[in-house]
């Protein structure tokens, strides 16, 4: 734009109409005087101030220019920061939404994991609800502890025992075999021997055909009578053809009553503990199996064992005899039935104490990392189902209001002493 202070002095007083009227006629006196006056510059001093005119015009201009760019370059930077503020607030309502979606997905997935736990917390409740439950697991675990003391005991006893016999580390038949005699020559001298008054025992561990130890008991007042023990001490069950080894050398000795046959680390081929058997000449032979058993039961097991044959063998009836020794059996039934029934509770036992500890774990674990603000996943995590069967040693039997009984049975059988009647009527 022209500044005014650059025109004649005359526009200054002129008005508005005046002042278009002089630029146009201006215009129209230009347009003829323009190349003689141009000349007319050129050879005189108006040149030198059409020259100073024009200069300061150029610095009019670039003052000008100087305002507009700087002013465009202030646009520019707030224009900028409109840009980033808003970007900042378009990043915290992301983040915001981000933050409640995610929250919202982790309140539904924990009322998720809740639910499927929810009927594990019922069985929990139903099984502390019930005392006899309580008092059996209360059972179940000392017993296992107690067999695991035991077992610990009977690898110190065994230890001591091959430590006396001068067997170290040796994997030979012949030595552990020599070991296992040794712990049974231990038990018939030091505990066997007091239990019974004139009582004797001899070692033919070095004698063929003649078992491992004689030893002599009185029967009754007027009886001895001489039984053979051989002991064996194998990983697998001791074979047949071991046993009937004891068989012939019971036969072959005229003065021998009665055998014992001691395994000491593994069971009997086709014998039960306790089982009473017959040899050729109708001599009878026992069979008794001391696996997993600590060392104080080994020697209560071995004296209940001579006592037995000792008091059948001291009878002169035979049918006394007979049914002596069927009571025996069913007595040694009872005992392996009910270690049975035993063994499968402390598994069932174990089983559900291992998963509820594993179920338990997992909830806290799930529970924590939603409490640090982690991801609460329950992707490829699933709980299982508790399988237990406690339904064989309690009776079967319904009230006469319909609920059930839940009395325990009796031994071997479905039902409790009151309901049994109606298990004989079945």
Known sequence: MLPLTRLHPLYQSATEEEA?????LGALCWQSCKKELYKHWETSEDSAKAEGWREEGRQAMMEVLKGKLEEGTRANVRLVESELQLKSIQDKFQTELNRQITE???KQRLILELERVSPLQQRLSVLESKDDMINLLKQQTELLNARLEGKEKDIQSLQASLDQSNVKNTKSSHAIGKAGEATVLEMLEEHVLPTFQFSRVEDKTAIDHAAD????????????IKILIDAKKYKANVKMSEILKLHSDVDADPEASVGIMVSLDSGMSTFKQFEIGKTEKNKMIM???LENMEYEQRVSCLICALRALSSIAGVQDL????SMIENIEVFANEIDKSVKEMDGIIRSCQKTTEMMRTSRDRLYSRLEKYREGGDLSIEGDKIEHIEGDFNGIFCKGVKPN?????KRAQSGKEFCSFHAPAEIMT
Do not use: D
């Open 287 to 289: 069979y008794i199996s």
């Open 20 to 24: 278009i009227l002089i630029a146009n």
């Open 104 to 106: 919202q997905v982790e």
């Open 319 to 322: 049918e006394k005899q007979r």
């Open 213 to 224: 130890f004689h030893v002599w008991m009185m029967a009754s007042p007027s009886k001895t």
């Open 402 to 406: 319909g609920t059930p009984c839940k």
